[in-house]
């Protein structure tokens, strides 16, 4: 028995808005390409990049440029944004799902916007597009035109890396205790995962506010008509959470240094105590080797006394030691 391959390959999940409508439809990876060029509201693909056939699938989608197109397959692992002929796909950056747990593993999600039509590739589940889908599934009314959804992906993302702030705040808190506690700990194993997650989604952020406002000062001709409004509203979302992620990389920073200067104390303490100890040893230790020589006619060999006198030199070699240390401020 031959089963028919799916009209849609490695689709996810597909959504038919229509602005007569309250509620959207779920299409079905055997939907036809008439459903999806439906031009009574919009669609949105969302396609998992694990299957190969996508690509020729994107290829012979009726309204999607060849380069948007190419734009939704790509494996690179860098944010990037493009506006041109009324179109806008690139790529951005989300944190991956394990199955029903959310992780700190960057993920990568490709888009691309035109006309009636907002399509959306991964490779790993990522969070924000899980959290659109339960906001469409809750509320699809809200939804009139492709761009919303772009902008709630961004925002969505926007939530996570807000709640994302406030966890590794309370984890700096808590190594920021040990650390100025009375006896410090090494925290530098749990702070080196924090400064590395701060790091890149700050130099990941920077690059998409970089590459939103250049797309919003395209021109005219070539924006899409609701990208101005909605690049300003992401531009002031990620803004604000970005100086966040600033603040707390400094913060880590600030922190690892504290530790290094605090370890750096505690071994120059260890050393100082060592090096008294040197000094005071040296002396007896100098004694004691001369007294040790097998050599004719040693001091105080023949005198039933000789051990007593040459503890007295002992004792007195550590006094002198203690004396010059003393002289020379060291103590």
Request: proline fraction near 4%.
């Amino acid at each position: 028995m031959l089963i028919a391959a799916p009209t849609i390959p490695g689709l996810v999940w597909a959504y038919h808005f229509k602005p007569s409508n309250t509620e959207c439809n779920s299409l079905t990876s055997e939907a036809s390409l008439q459903e999806l060029l439906d031009t009574d509201g919009f669609v949105w693909l969302h396609l998992n990049l694990a299957d190969a056939r996508v690509a020729s699938f994107l290829e012979t989608l009726p309204g999607l440029p060849s380069i948007a197109a190419a734009a939704l397959v790509t494996h690179e692992t860098h944010a990037s944004l493009t506006v041109s002929d009324q179109v806008v796909y690139g790529t951005l950056v989300d944190f991956q799902r394990d199955f029903d747990t959310n992780t700190r593993d960057l993920g990568w999600l490709h888009f691309a916007v035109c006309g009636h039509l907002i399509v959306t590739t991964r490779l790993q589940p990522l969070q924000s597009a899980e959290r659109v889908r339960a906001a469409i599934e809750k509320n699809p009314s809200r939804y009139r035109q492709p761009m919303d959804i772009l902008e709630l992906i961004v925002t969505e993302f926007q939530r996570t890396l807000i709640a994302l702030v406030m966890e590794v705040t309370e984890e700096l808190n808590q190594i920021e205790d040990y650390v100025y506690h009375e006896t410090p700990r090494d925290e530098r194993r749990r702070l080196a995962p924090i400064r590395r997650t701060a790091v890149r989604l700050h130099r990941h952020l920077r690059t998409v506010l970089s590459l939103l406002r250049r797309a919003a000062a395209a021109d005219e001709d070539d924006i899409h008509p609701a990208f101005e409004d909605v690049s300003s509203r992401l531009i002031s979302r990620l803004e604000s959470v970005d100086h966040d992620i600033y603040a707390l990389q400094e913060r880590a920073r600030l922190l690892h240094e504290e530790i290094d200067s605090k370890l750096s104390s505690e071994t120059n303490r260890h050393l100082y105590v060592l090096s008294l100890m040197t000094a005071f040893l040296l002396p007896p230790t100098l004694v004691t080797g001369f007294f040790g020589m097998n050599t004719g006619n040693l001091f105080f060999s023949k005198s039933d006394d000789g051990t007593m006198y040459a503890i007295g030199f002992i004792v007195l070699s550590i006094l002198l030691a203690w004396w010059a240390v003393k002289k020379a401020r060291i103590l």
